[in-house]
């Protein structure tokens, strides 16, 4: 039981070029989600996915894309990188428990550098 | 707009002591507040959560305290550890979304 798997841990971009994130979930969870952590920024929501099918945008979803693949895998696509793409992307999934609390299990996190 | 506001953005605490964070929010729709614990180059890590219906939830050494009325949570660490030293976030949500807080990085010294 791996819990969230993110590849790759370490990405260096030129600007201009394009990368997908890939994202894995063996819990059987219906909801995954993309996040981004800057310092001082704590973590913002780019893109979720409440269940197979079904994307929505976040707080900070412009020049992003998302894909969900099944109901394991989340891919969030950056078609243009710019520097102001620098951070730390996390994937997170979550499934409905006792008293319809929504417990958020991180992967390590991508750690994504745009030169 | 920021949704949860945290508090102190660093704290420095010694072995043995009470570690205090607070924070706020203002979506009254708000259901469930988790408090995740990071460590360097992890991901965060669930670390206790609490529901509006009660006023504080405690697990070992961590307690959470809350006031619906006042919008108001907070995560209290008794007998600080330097194992406890990592940046903590409070969130808080409803139907699987979370706002995040921007964070404290607590260091435990000996």
């Known amino acids: 039981n791996a819990g969230v798997t993110q590849t790759p841990k370490f990405q260096v971009l030129k600007t201009g070029q394009s990368m997908t994130l890939q994202c894995a979930q063996d819990m059987n969870h219906n909801s995954m989600y993309w996040y981004r952590q800057d310092p001082g920024m704590g973590l913002r929501l780019i893109y979720y996915?409440?269940?197979?099918?079904?994307?929505d945008k976040g707080e900070v979803p412009n020049g992003y894309n998302v894909s969900r693949l099944n109901k394991r895998e989340f891919s969030l696509r950056l078609e243009s990188a710019a520097p102001s793409q620098t951070s730390v992307y996390f994937c997170?999934?979550?499934?409905?428990?006792?008293?319809?609390?929504?417990?958020?299990?991180f992967g390590p996190g991508t750690r994504l550098t745009v030169t | 707009q920021q949704q949860v506001k945290q508090s102190p953005q660093s704290l420095i605490v010694q072995k043995g002591g009470i570690s205090i964070i607070n924070c706020a929010y203002e979506?009254?729709?708000?259901?469930?507040f988790p408090w995740y614990q990071q460590f360097p180059g992890k991901g965060p890590a669930l670390l206790i959560a609490i529901r509006p219906d009660v006023s504080e939830k405690k697990e070992g050494r961590f307690t959470i305290s809350f006031n619906k009325s006042a919008k108001q949570f907070s995560l209290h660490i008794m007998d600080s550890q330097p194992g406890d030293s990592a940046t903590y976030f409070c969130?808080?949500?409803?139907?699987?979304?979370?706002?995040f807080g921007r964070g404290t990085q607590l260091t435990v010294w000996p």
């Open positions: 996915s409440a269940s197979e099918g079904t994307t």
């Open positions: 997170a999934s979550s499934g409905l428990r006792g008293q319809g609390t929504y417990e958020q299990y």
């Open positions: 969130a808080a949500g409803s139907l699987g979304r979370l706002y």
């Open positions: 979506n009254t729709a708000f259901d469930y």
